[in-house]
T-cell receptor, first 114, second 111 residues
Framework: ETGVTQSPTHLIKTRGQQVTLRCSSQSGHNTVSWYQQALGQGPQFIFQYYREEENGRGNFPPRFSGLQFPNYSSELNVNALELDDSALYLC?????????????FGQGTRLTVV | TQLLEQSPQFLSIQEGENLTVYCNSSSVFSSLQWYRQEPGEGPVLLVTVVTGGEVKKLKRLTFQFGDARKDSSLHITAAQPGDTGLYLCAGAQGGGNQFYFGTGTSLTVIP
């Protein structure tokens, strides 16, 4: 186990709804990155939070937003859900954002949009 | 859109065989990582390479970073059923650890 926990593990939502996914980072880690992994594909970078500030964003629309709390846990919010948002959402925590910093992944949240 | 293309996409081999997985891009990366992911789990880091031409060995796994830092390969010697999983390469650009993942290679090792 990596010490990174995500909740919930599975979720079913209806198109147009909003969803919040949660990630508790490994103890001592101050950075959380979020990824979307569609079935049969590699993860795609959504955004990264470092010390409560957004520190980079991938090619995702503004309806994907996030937050990092003082204890470095994080939330991913998705508004106006679309069918294509169905995927495994992964968070990864690390100590810092330097090039050689290892990131530890949680088990993910499987989101299904119907 | 994935910056990194992996080949093959699927690979099914007998226990004891050797295999190589390729990770290619037209972009330069400051570092490249290889992960293995099992069903229902998040990816687990296997190795990080940062220097062009670098070769790292991890037991039966050999990782190489291309001289131009645009490509990488993973070679497994004498594959075992425990090697079964999805292998992902991931590259970082600039000095950070925001990674662009490859398309993945699904490996099945048959006993």
């Amino acid at each position: 186990e990596t010490g990174v926990t995500q909740s919930p593990t599975h979720l079913i939502k209806t198109r147009g709804q909003q969803v919040t996914l949660r990630c508790s980072s490994q103890s001592g880690h101050n950075t959380v990155s979020w990824y979307q992994q569609a079935l049969g594909q590699g993860p795609q970078f959504i955004f990264q939070y470092y010390r409560e500030e957004e520190n980079g964003r991938g090619n995702f629309p503004p309806r994907f937003s996030g937050l990092q709390f003082p204890n470095y846990s994080s939330e991913l919010n998705v508004n106006a859900l679309e069918l294509d948002d169905s995927a495994l959402y992964l968070c990864a925590s690390s100590w810092g954002v330097q090039i050689n910093t290892e990131a530890f992944f949680g088990q993910g949240t499987r989101l299904t949009v119907v | 859109t994935q910056l990194l293309e992996q080949s093959p996409q699927f690979l099914s081999i007998q226990e004891g065989e050797n295999l190589t997985v390729y990770c290619n891009s037209s972009s330069v990366f400051s570092s490249l990582q290889w992960y293995r992911q099992e069903p229902g789990e998040g990816p687990v880091l296997l190795v990080t390479v940062v220097t062009g031409g670098e070769v790292k060995k991890l037991k039966r796994l050999t990782f190489q970073f291309g001289d131009a830092r645009k490509d990488s390969s993973l070679h497994i010697t004498a594959a075992q059923p425990g090697d079964t999983g999805l292998y992902l390469c991931a590259g970082a650009q600039g000095g950070g650890n925001q990674f662009y993942f490859g398309t993945g290679t699904s490996l099945t090792v048959i006993p």
